[in-house]
């Protein structure tokens, strides 16, 4: 059997109401919005979208698995120090080859935050941005995150088997 395994990973939020006074976070970047969105951690869908995808390339459990929304631990949580985590726990047998992911909404517009948003990913992953691509697309006002609702997240993750495993 080859050394190259494929995950997915998808994650989706509701924003919070306002008064709540969440922050938006995706790809560890603070965006100015009204809004933030609603989870246990930081919520931030494009990095649970990463984690998931890893987890899942490495025949893993879900991002839900290690770290629950029923344990206080990971109550408001950085989602990238979760993607390190995750990545730790993946192990050194296995090597990122790159992750390519789509967030889907249709406010805000992150085409100004992908850079940072990539250099966050990578670093959590232990890789050179050059691995990570994020890119964002709207669903033509059709669905929640047409409507505003949300924000939704998707990301494929290749790993290869790391040399002399």
Sequence with gaps: MGGYRV????DVHAFA???????????GVRIPSERGLRGHSDADVLA?????ALLGAAGLED??????????????????????????????GWEVVNVDAVVI?????????????RENLAAALGVEASRVS??????????????GEGIAA?????LERAVGT
């Excluded at 990971?74 to 979760?82: C, E, G, K, V």
């Excluded at 909404?105 to 948003?117: A, F, G, V, W």
């Design 134 to 147: 994020v890119r964002g697309t709207t669903s033509e006002r059709l669905g929640f995150t047409g409507r």
């Design 105 to 117: 909404c249709e406010r805000p517009r992150i085409r100004e935050h992908r850079e940072k948003m």
């Design 63 to 92: 991002i839900g698995h290690y770290f629950p929304d029923t344990d206080e631990r990971f109550r408001d949580a950085d989602s990238i120090w979760l993607l390190r985590e995750a990545r730790r726990i993946v192990g050194g």
């Design 17 to 27: 109401d306002p008064a709540e006074g969440r922050q938006l976070v995706l790809g």
């Design 48 to 52: 649970h979208a990463v984690t998931d």
């Design 154 to 158: 998707q990301a494929v993750c290749l």
């Design 7 to 10: 995950g997915l990973g998808v």
